[in-house]
């Protein structure tokens, strides 16, 4: 068991003295509902995300020191739709180091929902660990009567600290379950039970906080690594909804305002009006426009056959698409980088 001294920046929520026997887990806090404060108890909308600090959530969770000496580090305190590219690579930065240190076991970072996926595959493609990395979040403030974060972070904590948590990349956690950085999308506005896997799957469950996994560690096809250390900022890409009668000038505007790349959340299989498409080849040839193309469904594969700048978003969503695609145009990678990138180790 490691044997160091608490770390001086640690936060002590109460006066539990460090216990070498346990692991050590250090919170990153971004804000969100789980850091949420209402009017009143009832409330579970209109109210303030990011209003609580991390010091306050770890009070609220004394048990949290029975498994784990917890460090909590305050990265940021906003709605998660303000989780920005310069908030990302900082959290990288906190949280690669953190598990550069070989007394740190894991890293937990506590989230608003709405966006939480995006960041979560953020994570998973840009931190070269072993350990894990759980990010967790809650659909009611912890101002409400049975608030979901008390639980949601003592099952992420003690699922950053248990050993076969390890080599499975980044997780999510919210309402017993456990599941891919990859896959986890939030799919309802309101309910605790909204994010779900989709047909990829669970990786696991909690049981009385104790987490189980179905199956022995293995990563999702398609996992790549971006190294972004010393990255300031990051290349706009934005997601285009298509529809009946779409407007292609709604591309046109997204590049000649600064967009590297566009993602398509297309129609069905990727479907694209004739009149878009049109549009959105002139873009690729007169600017070189990267497309990946994607599917409003939320749900099976798109393919292409990889040439004009069109890839393939495979089952990846829309949103997580975009992550992956400003990485790749962050590494500089080219067009035939990119097919392979986006052929995920699927034949297309
Ligand atoms: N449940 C939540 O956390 C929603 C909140 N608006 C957020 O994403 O920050």
């Given amino acids: 068991a490691p044997t160091l001294p608490p770390l001086p920046h640690r936060l002590v929520a109460r006066d539990t003295p460090f216990n070498s026997s346990l692991p050590n887990i250090t919170i990153f806090a971004t804000g969100g509902t789980?850091?949420?404060?209402?009017?009143?108890?009832?409330?579970?909308?209109?109210?303030?995300?990011?209003?609580?600090?991390?010091?306050?959530?770890?009070?609220?969770?004394?048990?949290?020191?029975?498994?784990?000496n917890v460090k909590g580090v305050q990265v940021?305190?906003?709605?998660?739709?303000?989780?920005?590219?310069?908030?990302?690579?900082?959290?990288?930065?906190?949280?690669q180091d953190a598990l550069d240190d070989?007394?740190?076991?894991?890293?937990?970072?506590?989230?608003?929902?709405?966006?939480?996926?995006?960041?979560?595959?953020?994570?998973?493609?840009?931190?070269?660990?072993?350990?894990?990395?759980?990010?967790?979040?809650?659909?009611?403030?912890?101002?409400?009567?049975?608030?979901?974060?008390?639980?949601?972070?003592?099952?992420?904590?003690?699922?950053?600290?248990?050993?076969?948590?390890?080599g499975r990349g980044a997780m999510v956690v919210l309402n017993d379950r456990i599941g891919s950085a990859f896959y986890m999308t939030k799919t309802h506005s309101n309910s605790l039970d909204?994010?779900?896997?989709?047909?990829?799957?669970?990786?696991?469950?909690?049981?009385?906080?104790?987490?189980?996994?179905?199956?022995?560690?293995?990563?999702?096809?398609?996992?790549?690594?971006?190294?972004?250390?010393?990255?300031?900022?990051l290349p706009e890409v934005d997601i285009l909804f298509g529809h009946q009668v779409l407007n292609p000038?709604?591309?046109?505007?997204?590049?000649?305002?600064?967009?590297?790349?566009?993602?398509?959340?297309?129609?069905?299989?990727?479907?694209?009006?004739?009149?878009?498409?049109?549009?959105?080849?002139k873009l690729v040839k007169k600017y070189g426009t990267q497309v990946v193309v994607s599917s409003r469904t939320m749900g099976g594969f798109v393919q292409t056959d990889g040439s004009s700048n069109m890839y393939s978003g495979q089952d990846l969503n829309p949103q997580k698409a975009r992550i992956m695609l400003q990485l790749a145009l962050y590494a500089g990678y080219s067009s035939k980088q990119l097919a392979a990138l986006f052929g995920f180790g699927f034949a297309s």
């Fill in 34 to 68: 789980i850091a949420g404060s209402a009017a009143s108890n009832t409330a579970t909308t209109g109210y303030t995300a990011g209003a609580l600090g991390v010091d306050i959530l770890l009070q609220a969770v004394p048990e949290l020191w029975n498994i784990s």
């Fill in 102 to 166: 070989p007394y740190c076991q894991g890293a937990v970072v506590t989230h608003g929902t709405d966006t939480l996926e995006e960041s979560a595959i953020f994570l998973d493609l840009t931190i070269k660990s072993e350990k894990p990395v759980v990010v967790v979040g809650a659909m009611r403030p912890a101002t409400a009567i049975s608030a979901d974060g008390p639980m949601n972070l003592l099952e992420a904590v003690t699922l950053a600290a248990a050993p076969e948590a390890r």
């Fill in 249 to 281: 000038k709604l591309a046109r505007s997204a590049v000649e305002s600064g967009a590297k790349g566009l993602v398509l959340a297309g129609m069905g299989a990727g479907g694209w009006t004739t009149a878009g498409t049109n549009e959105i080849e």
């Fill in 194 to 233: 909204t994010f779900k896997a989709n047909e990829q799957g669970y990786l696991g469950f909690f049981l009385d906080t104790k987490p189980l996994f179905y199956y022995p560690p293995v990563l999702p096809n398609g996992r790549v690594y971006f190294n972004v250390s010393g990255a300031t900022e």
């Fill in 76 to 95: 940021a305190n906003v709605d998660s739709g303000s989780i920005s590219p310069e908030i990302l690579l900082n959290l990288t930065s906190l949280i």
